[in-house]
């Protein structure tokens, strides 16, 4: 097992500096020919994913597990649609991010350069192996997937169909590594080998993150929950509150930049909470709220302690009704995750205070959370959203799956 | 233990958020202070120091560890100054990044704002603790400092200067914190506190390095060895070659960018080598060559496989004849540490090939490797050199110890 991981290690680094010799146009027909062979492959990657679905319902998978699982036209369509939006989209290899002239004569140039080699743990949807892989072949990064054990099938046909397109168009070896055994300890192994592996990306839920951080040498970039906020400022626009705040929890509300708790400031919450409440009703969502808010709006259940930590995913809506902008603030550094956070104002006194006490990725002011995706911000494709700080933030599309080196141009330089 | 630990990461929190609300001019005068504080304080801290070096005596160190530890009227004024520098430099946080319109009328400026609170981790050198602190105020990140056990005493009498010099000037409470004991079960609790800590820093040798990375939760960014290189290409203008090698080995030998391997390439070797040679042993470099390197210069000893690997710090050369450029690079790759690299050369194809594919943090043409440095650099200040590739590569200034979040500017934009 040791080696058979290492080995992998070892190619992919081999793989990753072969990549660093490909110009974007040969990147990208490997892309399209990869988005080819997925559709050749149809019917093979759904016999393979149906002997997923099998094993999966024999093993007891939930209806929204196996739903997750399961691999239709539509969706084969969509990965190799995505393979070709990849390719559409702008090399960030080889930019040149900003150069420096030195007094003596030297020139640095800080450009932008592949990670190396980047591993992504993942769970239940198959479709995560060609979305990540193309994104890190993209950016020249060799790339080590390892799937969940449910989608094993799926997952091997679907990179031995990347792999395959990929090489009739000269994609070289190694880059697209699949792990296959399912031993829990080979994901040990990946991510403590930091002699080959230069970033681990899980993606799943927090305890798959959580098992890999506590294990990692390697540096983890950690896809946390989203515990977003909207707080309605005494200074808002009602109207735009009450939009705001109905499509922040309602338009989707299982994903993370969907609304999880509302803050309303106490001196507009007897105009605006029952309105909200009345409209958030409407599409059957479940309000738990302090007693302020409960004092307002009967029939609103009681939030306790948790509520305030709970990413729902659901149809339920923490209330907080707050004496000022300040507990706004503390509440959401307090028990939000970073991720999303707005405030509703016309005030720019308190939308820049909120700008800059609010510690998180992404900060609104009168916008819905909602926004918060790679492609809503224009970077045409999204590995994740990150709730790290380091060493990238918010939505991740191909810029962060770079890092930068200096290149210096001398003519016979030497320090005193 | 855990809960003095824990305590401290908790203050660091706030203290961060505290930082938040501090403008520029208020930091500089701050720092301004501290420096003040630590003249006024030198009789103490080196009362101070003085208990250090006669513990240290009484335990045995090397006298150059000694010297290392000893705080001189020299020393002294040197962290004064440097505190005064930094003061000067510009302030990085606020910097509006890239500005994002969306058709939408969403306005997204990426901007820079502090890590949060960073751990730094040292060895004996006891001016680290007003380094570091002082650049990571500067960044409005509140700091951990664990120096070395050797230095403790002048280490608390550093901080209590800055401490006192920075609250005169409004310093909030808590954003330079040094842990007292030198239990190393803080250290463990200091780089796993991933709900308090959003960086470690560790300055010294490879083991504590590892040592730390091994234990962490937390990011770290580590600054190991540099085996640093410098390839004479057959195309190498031998003048600029010689003068380049010469300082790159002996202007300062014992510094991380210093070369430690010279690789030479065959067609050149018989002219280059023996002048290379006779300049170098003038400052009495010991030469340890492969076969082809000493059957030109005879008094060569024969290099291992293990030399290929040494990070010497001292006035020893590795020397390898190549047969050409591909053999340089690929040495590179495989014995080097990622950190400074140069080609001699006066061919711009082959210059575009090292750059492309040498795999380091920075690569020069035509220049000593002695220039990787933040000072040199243009970055005013440095807090060391990555040799990660994540969050922050080479030379890491102020610009280095940021993050970015987004504000979204809206008007009561939903997603559709």
């Known amino acids: 097992m040791q080696n058979e991981i290492q080995l992998m290690g070892k190619k992919a680094l081999k793989a990753s500096r072969d990549l660093s010799l490909l110009d974007s146009k040969t990147k990208n027909d490997i892309l399209l020919s990869m988005a080819d062979e997925i559709e050749r492959q149809k019917e093979h990657i759904q016999a393979e994913n149906n002997k997923d679905l099998i094993a999966g319902k024999g093993n007891g998978l939930s209806k ?69 892989a193309s994104l890190c072949f993209k950016t020249s990064n060799a790339v080590i997937l390892r799937g969940g054990k449910e989608a094993v099938h799926s997952n091997r046909a679907i990179a031995e169909a990347l792999q395959n397109g990929g090489k009739r168009a000269g994609l070289p070896d190694n880059v697209i590594q699949l792990i296959q055994t399912t031993d829990r300890d080979a994901v040990r192994q990946l991510v403590q080998m930091d002699k080959y592996v230069n970033l681990i990306i899980p993606r799943g839920g927090e305890s798959l993150i959580r098992a890999v951080t506590e294990m990692a040498h390697v540096p983890v970039i950690k896809h946390y929950k989203g515990i977003c906020h909207t707080y309605v400022d005494k200074q808002a626009d009602l109207q735009k509150a009450l939009s705001i705040v109905v499509n922040a929890k309602c338009q989707r509300p299982g994903v993370c930049n969907a609304m999880e708790t509302l803050l309303v400031h106490k001196d507009i919450a007897e105009k605006f909470l029952p309105q909200a409440a009345e409209s958030l009703m409407q599409f059957g969502v479940e309000l738990r709220g302090n007693d302020e808010a409960r004092d307002i709006v009967k029939t609103m259940k009681k939030a306790t302690e948790e509520d305030w930590y709970e990413e729902y995913l659901d149809l339920i809506l923490a209330v907080r009704v707050v004496p000022d902008i300040q507990e706004a603030i503390n509440h959401i550094n307090t028990y939000g995750s970073q991720h999303s956070d707005a405030i509703i104002t016309e005030s720019a006194e308190n939308r820049d205070k909120f700008f800059k006490e609010v510690d998180s990725a992404t900060v609104y002011v009168n916008a819905s959370t909602r926004f918060t995706d790679g492609g809503e911000f224009g970077m045409g494709a999204e590995i994740g959203i990150s709730t790290d700080k380091l060493h990238a933030r918010g939505p991740m599309g191909l810029e962060e799956l770079t890092t930068y080196k200096y290149i210096i141009y001398g003519d016979g330089q030497i320090r005193e």
């Open 64 to 132: 929204a597990m196996l739903d997750r699982l399961e691999l239709n036209d539509r969706r084969i369509k969509g990965m190799s649609n995505a393979l070709c939006e990849v390719a559409a989209l702008p090399d960030p290899i080889g930019e040149i991010i900003k150069t420096i002239m030195r007094p003596n004569g030297l020139k640095i140039d800080k450009i932008r350069v592949p990670i190396g080699v980047i591993g992504i743990i993942f769970e239940s949807r198959p479709n995560v192996t060609a979305d990540s």
